[in-house]
């Protein structure tokens, strides 16, 4: 992880913008009162995403299966459920 003034980022853009790119390197641009940003590449930003719905969707797999040991689970037939998907 890189932290760069933003007067540098602007003269050295492309150097950083390819670092990013190629290398995965995360750089912080540090601005004035500390409204800092964060560039990283594309792949590594749909990546941070992914693990984030992922994490999600663990979540509410943990959650019922706690409904389940806890007894608030719901049983239903094939049939009900099919007729549940025709409504």
Do not use: P
Not at 8 to 23: Q, S
Not at 38 to 52: E, F, G, P, R
Not at 53 to 76: F, P, S
């Amino acid at each position: 992880m890189l932290a760069v003034n933003y007067s540098t980022i602007r003269n050295k853009l492309k150097e950083y913008c390819d670092r990013v790119t190629e290398d995965h390197e995360t750089v912080i641009v540090t601005r004035k009162n500390e409204k800092n940003v964060v560039i990283i590449s594309l792949d590594d930003w749909n990546a941070l995403c992914k693990a984030a719905r992922n994490a999600d969707y663990l979540g509410k797999i943990d959650r019922a299966m706690d409904d389940l040991q806890t007894g608030r689970g719901v049983t239903k037939t094939m049939e009900e459920l099919e007729a549940m998907e025709d409504e």
